[in-house]
């Protein structure tokens, strides 16, 4: 009989079948990539320069798999890392070894490993699809072992720590400590971003004003323009011009009026910055100081910071 011919874990049709639907599930990041292109965010050499950079170092390899540690171990037991971990790893190597359907083991190893194709892609959002294969792959195993009378307990245990974790693990968030890979913008919630809106007003003394924001996807205003148009635009009867570049074909492009030059009365915004962001700080810094003069006065509206110039 002719040895059937295998790539890793994997036959031929199998990892022809997960390269093609991985494609697809990827797909949506060369849409977005195009029209970053067409809104003129950067250019083909930018993108090729920058994967470039990425694929010569192979460091990149480490620093993945370091997020996967980072992932698993937030994904549980947030407020326990160290559990978090092993209560994976014990459930993995178990999902492996164990008698479970071939093809259920093939989908979710694919769904595991297939981040690894995106090394030269170092970002925090890179594995955010792996969150619901880690539940998967536990909750499987705790209703196998939910089977056993010793198992029962056991998986009671593990829900109490599950749940005791998180909510320990939200509150954290609130009080402005955690550092979840998962929270982008860690310290920026809505009561602050409501100050700030109310600052920029208060500091304008009910004259025309522009603003110009430094966030996460960069050159995005989306957040400030919702915000601005519902609550500037409802309690203070006026919202502000927007001085930055265009927003055409982005969500929420028509809220705020763009403008070549910025007004006399001008403001600085920064998002927090989710650990790539600091990069466009001084070009950034550089075009607000050649446009609309040097910083007056700054503020802090928890992780936010705004500048009057």
Known sequence: MKKERKIFLFNLKQFGSGLTIYLLTISSIFVTQFKLYKADIFNLQTLTEHTQNYINKS???????KQYVEKISYALTPSWSTVSIVCFMLALIWFIKSKFKKDLKIFLMIWLLSP????FKHSYY??????PMLYMIMAV???QLGKYKLGRYLVIIFLSLFVF???MAVNKTRSQESNHVSNIQTGAYLHHQLALIDKT???????QFSISSLTTPYK?????????????KEKYGYIPYWFGSSQKGLPADNLLERIEKP????FSIYDPDPGWIYMFIPEFDKEQTSWAGPVLNKYQFGSLKLEQR
């Open 59 to 65: 460091v990149q390899i480490i620093e993945i798999l």
């Open 116 to 119: 690894l194709c995106l090394f």
């Open 126 to 131: 890179v594995l955010i699809g792996i969150l």
């Open 141 to 143: 195993c705790l209703w």
């Open 165 to 167: 974790s998180n909510i």
């Open 201 to 207: 007003y208060e500091l304008a003394k009910n004259k």
């Open 220 to 232: 995005y205003n989306t957040t400030w323009a919702y915000l601005y148009s519902w609550y500037g």
């Open 263 to 266: 007004k006399e009365a001008h």
